[in-house]
T-cell receptor, first 112, second 111 residues
Framework: DAGVIQSPRHEVTEMGQEVTLRCKPISGHDYLFWYRQTMMRGLELLIYFNNNVPIDDSGMPEDRFSAKMPNASFSTLKIQPSEPRDSAVYFC??????????FGPGTRLTVL | AQRVTQPEKLLSVFKGAPVELKCNYSYSGSPELFWYVQYSRQRLQLLLRHISRESIKGFTADLNKGETSFHLKKPFAQEEDSAMYYCALRGTQGGSEKLVFGKGTKLTVNP
């Protein structure tokens, strides 16, 4: 297994544009987590899913952020419209039955 | 509220010296505590968890409920230990699977 796969690895966009980040969890895992990492705030949980259902989205900063998990092998995190303060590294992680979380390589987002 | 505090953003030691990365937490119940590590250009990965009470790569961490701490220790640091270390907490009430992370400590082991 290649582990958790995220795309793109780097994204540079202009303020106001829509950004979509993608994640493929490890096959068989039933939990999927989206995190944001910044120098100021560290690693923050944005939202997590269990069996494709959003369980806790209390970390989603505002309505500009949305996440979906249409099936067990794919999830997206969308920012629309994007702002410079959204610049960060976004991580996806997956786990089985709440055990060890396995992280993807992250997507480095820069909003100009 | 669940909170994890890592008071040191940066920690620098010499090879062979003991190292201790501090972690304090705030949680009303009995939490599960973890240490995650991110080596340069690698993914964040689990280093150890308090319930397994094991030593990984020479690191140990003991949960001290009285002091609400879960400090990570290693008696003799190696250069390959240089990395970003994150302490994390998972609550055991309500079936939540979310992890709350500290802001991390960057450890540099000098030759």
């Amino acid at each position: 297994d290649a582990g958790v796969i995220q795309s793109p690895r780097h994204e540079v966009t202009e303020m106001g544009q829509e950004v979509t980040l993608r994640c493929k969890p490890i096959s068989g895992h039933d939990y999927l987590f989206w995190y944001r990492q910044t120098m100021m705030r560290g690693l923050e949980l944005l939202i997590y899913f269990n069996n494709n259902v959003p369980i806790d989205d209390s970390g989603m900063p505002e309505d500009r952020f949305s996440a979906k998990m249409p099936n067990a092998s794919f999830s997206t995190l969308k920012i629309q419209p994007s702002e410079p303060r959204d610049s960060a590294v976004y991580f996806c992680a997956s786990s089985y039955e709440g055990n060890e979380q396995f992280f993807g390589p992250g997507t480095r987002l820069t909003v100009l | 509220a669940q909170r994890v505090t890592q008071p040191e953003k940066l920690l620098s030691v010499f090879k062979g010296a003991p190292v201790e990365l501090k972690c304090n937490y705030s949680y009303s119940g009995s939490p599960e505590l973890f240490w995650y590590v991110q080596y340069s250009r690698q993914r964040l990965q689990l280093l150890l968890r308090h319930i397994s009470r094991e030593s990984i790569k020479g690191f140990t961490a003991d949960l001290n409920k009285g002091e609400t701490s879960f400090h990570l220790k290693k008696p003799f640091a190696q250069e390959e230990d240089s990395a970003m270390y994150y302490c994390a907490l998972r609550g055991t009430q309500g079936g939540s699977e979310k992890l709350v992370f500290g802001k991390g400590t960057k450890l540099t082991v000098n030759p």
